[in-house]
Nanobody, 125 residues
């Protein structure tokens, strides 16, 4: 399984970006796909997840501003980020698990088998 993330860049406070993560290889009909981020000097943290069947989980820190969605035909998950803030600056990583985790478990880093290389999002003030 390979994950290819794209869409990062530099944006001003209040701006928007959409990240994409395409999954290829031997995937599964039961899956959990997620976004995490890691700011300089900080631990990697959960952002959002989408499960097979359509349900999603979004971190409280970005709820109302970020939306996760998936195009099953393209095996691609998207993270729409609106009203970006300087504290959103981080490297964003997509992750994939060939199983459908309970929503409460989707934020656990150890639950994901495959990771993309990350894409940098920089929000200027």
């Amino acid at each position: 399984v390979q994950l290819q993330a794209s869409g990062g860049g530099l944006v001003r406070t209040g701006g928007s970006l959409r990240l994409s993560c395409a999954v290829s290889g031997r995937t599964s009909t039961m899956y959990t796909q997620a976004w995490f981020r890691q700011a300089p000097g900080k631990d990697r943290e959960f952002v959002a997840a989408a499960r097979s069947g359509g349900s999603t989980n979004v971190a409280d820190s970005v709820k109302g501003r970020f939306t996760i969605s998936r195009d099953n035909g393209l095996n691609t998950v998207y993270l729409q980020m609106n009203n970006l803030k300087p504290e959103d600056t981080a490297v964003y990583y997509c992750a994939f698990a060939p199983r459908r985790w309970a929503l409460s478990a989707t934020a656990t880093i150890a639950g994901y088998d495959y990771w993309g290389r990350g894409t940098l999002v920089t929000v200027s003030s």
